[in-house]
C-alpha cells in the first residue's frame, strides 16, 4: 500500500510512522504535517535515506493540496488534530478549524478519489464519551464530550462517519485512550512531569488530583491502529485503550515517576483545577481484541520505558520547552 499519514511529524503519528516503514518494508508512506508547535521534524530523523518515505509540509484543510496528494494513495490516516485540552479551553478556533473543518476537508477529498481509495481512518478519542463514572465505554456508547477539544475530535469523526453513509467514502473511526511515550510533546500530563522532575521542578497537579486516565503505550497503540487499517471494517469504531489494569490516579502516576527518578514527592503541587475537568476514562477494547490485537505494555513497563526515553533525549526536549512552551506555561500555571 501508499499510505497518507496526516500529522505525520506529530507524537503518534511519528509512532505510526516508524512502525509502519519497518514492519512493511514493501509499503510507501508519504508524510503530510503543517509542523505547528506539535510537529516536529526530530519525530521522523533518519526515515529520509529511505526510498519508500517522502515528506510533505502541508495543512489538511487546503484542499488542493491534498488533493493532488491523495489521489496516488491507497489509504489515509489522520492523526492531524489539536489535541490538548488546556489549550481548547483558551484558544478553541484552531482546535475547530484543524479537528473539525480539516476533517471536512478530507473528506470531501476521500469522496473524490473513493473509486480508487481503500481506507481513510480517522484518529478520534476516548474522550468523545466524556467521564465514565462506572464501567467501560463501547463503541456503542453514546458520545458526551464536555469540552472543545472532545468536542471539535467529536464532530471531526461524525463528519467523517457521515462521509460513509452518504457518499460511501470507506472510513473507520479509531478511539484511543491516553498515550504515553518517546516524542511526546511536554505540555502533556506524563511528559510535563517527568521533565519537570528531571529538573527538580515543581510537579502541578490538577485539584485533588484522583482524576483517573487509562494509558497506552504509543507503541500498543499503533498496532492497534495498524490492525485496523488492515482488518477492520468500513464503517465501523474501533476502541484502543490499555485496560482496566492501566487506569491510574494522576497521583498515582506523579508518584510513579518520582519513584523511578529518584526524586522527593515534596516535589508535587496541587493547583486550581481546570473547568469542567472529567472525572474518569475508561473503554472497551473488545472489538479490536476479536481482531487480534493484544497489548504489550502493562503500565510500569510502559511508563517506565517512557521515563528512560525522555531521561536520556534531554536535547529534544530542551529545545522544546525554552521557547514558546515557556510561555504557554507561565500563562498557564502562574496564577494557579
Known amino acids: 500500500m501508499k499510505i497518507l499519514v496526516a500529522g505525520g511529524a506529530g ?11 519497518e514492519a512493511y518494508p514493501a509499503d510507501s508512506v508519504l508524510v503530510v504535517d503543517k509542523l505547528t508547535y506539535a510537529g516536529n521534524m526530530e519525530n521522523l530523523a533518519g526515515l529520509e535515506r529511505l526510498p519508500n518515505y517522502e515528506f510533505v509540509r502541508g495543512d489538511i484543510c487546503d484542499r488542493s493540496l491534498m488533493q493532488e496528494l491523495v489521489a496516488n494513495c491507497d489509504a489515509v490516516v489522520n492523526f492531524a488534530a489539536e489535541t490538548h485540552v488546556d489549550r481548547a479551553l483558551v484558544e478553541a478556533d484552531a482546535f475547530i478549524r484543524t479537528d473539525v473543518y480539516g476533517v471536512y476537508s478530507l473528506a470531501e477529498v ?38 472543545p477539544y472532545s468536542a471539535s475530535k467529536a464532530g471531526g469523526e461524525l463528519l ?31 511528559p510535563l ?53 492501566n487506569q491510574k490516579t494522576q497521583l498515582e502516576v506523579a508518584n510513579a515517576i518520582l519513584e523511578l527518578l529518584g526524586k522527593p514527592k515534596s516535589l508535587i503541587k496541587h493547583v486550581a483545577d481546570r473547568p469542567g475537568h472529567d472525572r474518569r476514562y475508561s473503554i472497551d477494547s473488545s472489538k479490536v481484541q476479536a481482531l487480534g490485537w493484544k497489548r504489550q505494555y502493562g503500565f510500569d513497563a510502559a511508563l517506565e520505558a517512557t521515563v528512560n526515553w525522555y531521561r536520556a533525549n534531554e536535547g529534544w526536549w530542551r529545545r522544546i520547552k525554552s521557547g514558546e512552551f515557556a510561555e504557554y506555561y507561565r500563562r498557564m500555571y502562574e496564577r494557579r
Open 11 to 21: 507524537f503518534i503519528g511519528s509512532a505510526f510512522v516508524r512502525y509502519t516503514l
Open 110 to 147: 476521500c469522496k473524490s478519489a473513493s473509486h480508487s481509495l481503500k481506507l481513510f481512518v480517522q484518529i478520534s478519542t476516548d474522550e468523545v464519551y466524556g467521564p465514565q463514572y462506572e464501567g467501560a465505554a463501547t463503541e456503542e456508547s453514546p458520545i458526551r464530550p464536555t469540552n
Open 160 to 190: 467523517a462517519l457521515s462521509y460513509h453513509r452518504s457518499f460511501g467514502v470507506p472510513v473507520i473511526v479509531v478511539r484511543g485512550s491516553n498515550n504515553m511515550g518517546p516524542r511526546q510533546h511536554p505540555e502533556k500530563f506524563i
Open 193 to 245: 512531569l517527568i521533565t519537570n522532575a528531571l529538573e527538580d521542578k515543581e510537579l502541578p497537579i490538577y485539584g485533588d488530583g484522583l482524576y483517573v486516565r487509562e494509558w497506552i503505550y504509543v507503541d500498543d497503540f499503533v498496532r492497534g491502529v495498524d490492525l485496523v487499517l488492515r482488518q477492520g471494517k468500513v464503517g465501523e469504531v474501533y476502541n484502543i485503550g490499555g485496560g482496566l489494569e
